[in-house]
């Protein structure tokens, strides 16, 4: 009884704030964002552990597509997207919106991949917190629509 009074609570607060649960075929990608999103925790404290913090990240910089870039605004952005606009696609529930989704995060992993590639993480617990993250984030899993033709 008091599990079916707290889900109807909880359900009333979605339900008065306009949240609502997304429908069940997108449950592979927010399984899959959780664990991006647990990942890059992992990364960004080992990154503070290694004394990799937050001003050293935000000075590593790399030019990318014509505009310097920091490690830091990097993962924020990637942070960024995980919150905001995955969910905010994931609601419009469409095809188009999936292919968007697929953008963002490609762009999401290539800037890790660079930052990689540069060679500028001399931490080995760091610099293997961001290739597990970069890992993940080429494990971006396909929607399957209900009806969709195949």
Known sequence: ???ALHAFFRALRMTLRGESHPPAHYRPLTAWMDAVDSQ???ALDTA???G???G???NLRLKLDGRLTSLEQSLQMLRHNLKNEY???IRL???YSMMVLGSINMNDQYRVSRFLEAGAIE???LRQALEDLNERLLELPQIEFPGSAE
Do not use: H, I, K, V
Request: glycine share 0%; net charge negative.
């Open 40 to 42: 890059l925790s992992l």
């Open 1 to 3: 009884m008091n599990r």
């Open 48 to 50: 503070d552990e290694q």
């Open 56 to 58: 050293r990240r935000q």
């Open 93 to 95: 529930n469409d095809p």
């Open 87 to 89: 969910p905010r696609l």
């Open 123 to 125: 931490s080995e617990p």
């Open 52 to 54: 990799f913090d937050q």
